[in-house]
C-alpha cells in the first residue's frame, strides 16, 4: 500500500504535510521532531511546529509511525512499524540504531507478575557507547576527569 492508502486505510485525511512526514520519517533513521520538521519544509514548503507534533501524534495512534522516548532525549520517530524490535542507543551522541528481537521466547518480555495489567508493550533500550564514538576516545566512564586516583596516600 502506498503511504496515502494506508493514510485513508487509519481513517487519517491525506495532507501534503502528513505524506512528507511519512517521506521524512522513513527516509530518516529515527528522526526527532525537531528533524522531521526541518525536513518537512524542505519537501512542502513552510509547516507549522505544531502541525508537525500534531500529525505525528495521529500517525503514530494510527500505528503509521512509532515513537520512541530513549531517557533523557527528545522522542524519536521511525517508520519501522508493527514488528517488536529493540534499540541501540549511545550514551555520548544521537545514534540509534535497530536491533531485532530475540528470535523465538523472550522470557524477559513477559513480567513474571502482570498485576493485573493488560500489557501491550516491552520497551527494551540497550545502552552503550557506538563505534564512532569509542574511536573519538575514553571510554564510557570518563564523563569528567575530576576524579584522579589517589595514589601513594597509605
Ligand atoms: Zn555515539
Ligand atoms: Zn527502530
Redesign the pocket.
Known sequence: MDDAANLRSAGLRVTAARLAILEAVRAGDHLDTEHITRDVRARVGHVSTQAVYDALHALTDAGLVRRIEPAGSPARYEARVGDNHHHLA?R??D?IIDVDCVVGRAPCLEPSDRHGFVIDEAEVVFWG??P??QARGAGPSASDGSAAPAADRA
Open positions: 549511545c555520548r551522541c545514534a557507547v557506538c564512532a564514538c
